[in-house]
């Protein structure tokens, strides 16, 4: 059983911030990859973070330098740190875990890598 919760999303003006939770259920893992992906009307669904089980990080160049990606582990949540918010990253955003990944290559950027979903949270920037 993986279920997965967004929440923290909602407006914001050009160069706030907005911090996106995520609840995990990945107790009994110990490999595996973590990502926030988002979409806006009218464009296919983009990585925007990921992390690894083993901590390692990678962004979308759209958001290096402003989002960040992390985990507690103890407290089993997935946060996005989004500072610097631009309308264009107006979009409905969502967290996803790929369980099946093994250790070596970075995690995927692909949707279809991600077995578990959240349901997504707005974020809107004007």
């Known amino acids: 059983h993986v279920q997965l919760v967004e929440s923290g999303g909602g407006s914001v003006q050009a160069g706030g911030s907005l911090r996106l939770s995520c609840s995990t259920s990945?107790?009994?893992?110990?490999?595996?990859?973590l990502a926030w992906f988002r979409q806006a009307p009218g464009k296919e669904r983009e990585a925007v973070a990921t992390i690894r089980s083993d901590g390692s990080t990678n962004y979308a160049d759209s958001v290096k330098g402003r989002f960040t990606i992390s985990q507690d582990n103890a407290k089993n949540t997935l946060y996005l740190q989004m500072n610097s918010l631009k309308p264009e990253d107006t979009a409905m955003y969502y967290c996803?875990?790929?369980?099946?990944?093994?250790?070596?290559?970075?995690?995927?950027?692909?949707?279809?890598?991600?077995?578990?979903w959240g349901q997504g949270t707005q974020v809107t920037v004007s």
């Open positions: 990945l107790y009994a893992y110990s490999t595996y990859c």
């Open positions: 996803a875990s790929d369980l099946s990944y093994r250790r070596g290559p970075p995690c995927s950027r692909e949707p279809s890598s991600y077995q578990h």
